[in-house]
Structure formats: structure tokens, C-alpha cells
């Protein structure tokens, strides 16, 4: 599960060394590999990261229940389970968005493909100064993230709100040079995100990741603007499950991906082991496989 963490997106996109999976210690593929997938004789093997949240418990009795033979298999570093899944040692994962799954793509040139979104984490705006958008003047400075994707995603949820235009509307790869200053009501600023939200006493606001709300005395509700999981450009960053290309149409993986859309033990557990702020989605597949597309030609453009 990935949300706005900006200690995390430090290691999600290193995927510069990914060619080391090789090095894993997995036995994930000790069935038989000409026994249907799902049976006891040939589990699907579920890579995630955080396997020790009690929702994944939950989620394999669920699929269990349903007949599907299940091995959740845990990593410690997001940037194992996609050479693992590349490499045949799992059927499908669930950690990333869209978004960390484009960078891993077109850095790895591999075709991994999103097959069902499990929810997505609102990354919001902050202010100490401000009861609300309306109010801070124009001419303020803001504050966003500098890593790269939660700048971007930072832009976005400012120009949703109002407070500035970004080049032919932006994307998952703007940057403060796509900020359109004439045409912006504040000046933006970037800092390490274990800092936005210390910045806020001396700023009319600033993106403030997820992880970083509850020590400042925030809670989600605070947020004066966040993204809109309806909202287009939020695509990019709804968390999905995953699987090779030649597999997106597998009935049981699918099967799988729709136990946990549709699970109410599944999902009360992983919201609270989201502390409240995942909002849980049903995208299409292939709107997932769209957004991801669009994402990739962006970065390539780069």
C-alpha cells in the first residue's frame, strides 16, 4: 500500500538496482507449474510489502473461502515485488500506484499491467493562517514537496484548488517551472516533505504527506484541499493490484482482485490500518491500463 510518504518514495524510485532481484530468497513458484493456478498443488503467490497488517489475514481466509489457494508473500523494500512478479517468482502484487508502476516500467522497460485499484490517499493542503482557499490572499507563498512525485501530485491538488495554472494543465511529471506565474494567485516553494508541514507557521499553506499529519496535531479532516479520487488526474495515484501483461484477463487473479473490493472485513481493515484516509475505488481496468499508459508517454517525453 503506498501512500504520500515521501520515506518511502526515497526507496520506491531507486529502481535503478531492480536487476538484483534475482537475489531474493522467494520459493514462491515451488508448485506445479502445470496444475491450474488457484489450486493447493499451484497457489497464486501475492507479493506485498507489509504482509504483518492483520487485513492481510483477513483478505486470505476471504479468498480461501472462495476456493483459491493463496500464498501472501511479504517484502521488506518496495523495490522487490515487480522484478519478482517479472520474473515469474509471483502471479500478481499489491503495493504501488500507477504512478510508481510507470517509473518502474519505462526504467525497466518491463510491461507490468494494473488489473483492479484497491483505494487511493488523499494528499492534501494545509494551513495554520487559513480557515479556507478563499481566504488566503493572492501574492502568498505555498510550499509542496521537492521529491518527484509528490511535487507533482502537489501541483496538481493546488492548481484543483485554485491557487495556480499549470502548462496544458498538468501531469504526473510537472514541475515548478510548469507553474504559470501571471496566470497563479500564489508563488510556490519546495521542500523535503519531513518539513512541509513545519514551514506552515511561516507560510499561507503546504502539501503536507500523510505520514507526516498526525505528529503535527493534523488529521485529515484539516485539509483545506485535497485530491479528488474522482478527479482524472488523480489516476496516477490510485494503489493497484498488478500482474504480468499476459495474465490481465486471468479469471482467478480477477477473482481475487474483486474478494478484496468487495470484502467488508477486508476493507475495514485496511482502512484502519490506513488511519482513516484511504478511499477505497472500483476502477475500471482498463481506465488503470489508459492512466498508465498516458503516465509512461510522460515520462519518456521527459
Same mark, same amino acid.
Given at each position: 500500500?503506498?501512500t ?10 531507486s ?31 501475492l ?14 481466509e476471504?479468498?480461501? @473461502?472462495?476456493? *483459491? ?11 522487490? +515485488?515487480?522484478? /519478482? #512478479?517479472? =520474473? ?11 504512478q ?7 526504467s ?36 509542496v ?17 485554485g ?8 501531469n ?29 507557521p511561516?507560510? @499561507?499553506?503546504? *502539501?503536507?504527506?500523510n505520514?507526516?499529519i498526525?505528529?503535527a496535531?493534523?488529521? +485529515?479532516?484539516? /485539509? #483545506?484541499? =485535497? ?8 489516476l ?11 495474465d ?16 467488508q ?38
Amino acid at each position: 500500500m503506498l501512500t504520500s510518504s515521501t520515506r518511502r518514495h526515497a526507496r520506491l524510485l531507486s529502481v535503478s538496482g531492480i536487476v538484483l532481484a534475482g537475489a531474493l530468497a522467494l520459493s514462491a513458484c515451488g508448485g506445479d507449474s502445470d496444475a491450474e493456478l488457484g489450486t493447493e498443488e499451484n497457489p497464486v503467490q501475492l507479493g506485498v510489502v507489509g504482509a504483518s497488517e492483520p487485513y492481510w489475514a483477513t483478505f486470505e481466509e476471504a479468498v480461501e @473461502a472462495d476456493g *483459491i489457494s493463496i500464498d501472501i508473500v511479504d517484502f521488506t523494500e518496495y523495490t522487490q +515485488p515487480n522484478p /519478482a #512478479l517479472s =520474473e515469474g517468482e509471483l502471479d500478481i502484487n499489491q503495493f504501488q500506484h500507477i504512478q510508481y508502476l510507470a517509473d518502474y516500467n519505462v526504467s525497466a522497460g518491463d510491461d507490468i499491467q494494473p488489473i483492479g485499484a484497491t483505494a487511493i490517499y488523499p494528499l492534501g493542503f494545509y494551513s495554520e493562517k487559513y480557515d479556507s482557499i478563499d481566504e488566503i490572499p493572492d501574492g502568498e507563498e505555498v510550499v509542496v514537496p521537492n521529491d518527484s512525485v509528490n511535487r507533482a501530485r502537489g501541483l496538481l491538488v493546488l492548481q484543483s484548488a485554485g491557487l495556480i495554472t499549470l502548462r496544458d494543465g498538468g501531469n504526473a511529471s510537472s514541475n515548478l517551472e510548469d507553474v504559470i506565474a501571471e496566470e497563479s494567485r500564489v508563488t510556490v516553494t519546495e521542500l523535503d516533505a519531513a518539513v512541509t508541514v513545519t514551514s506552515l507557521p511561516d507560510v @499561507a499553506g503546504a *502539501i503536507v504527506n500523510n505520514d507526516f499529519i498526525n505528529d503535527a496535531g493534523l488529521s +485529515p479532516e484539516d /485539509a #483545506l484541499a =485535497e485530491d479528488d479520487p474522482n478527479d482524472e488526474a488523480a489516476l496516477p495515484y490510485v494503489n493497484i493490484f498488478a500482474t504480468k501483461a499476459e495474465d490481465v484477463d486471468n479469471e482467478v487473479l480477477n477473482r481475487i482482485v474483486e474478494i478484496y473490493q468487495t470484502d467488508q472485513a477486508v476493507l475495514d481493515g485496511a482502512q484502519e490500518s490506513a488511519g482513516g484516509t484511504a478511499v477505497f475505488l472500483q476502477t475500471p481496468a482498463s481506465e488503470l491500463q489508459e492512466s498508465l499508459t498516458t503516465t509512461e508517454d510522460a515520462l519518456r517525453a521527459e
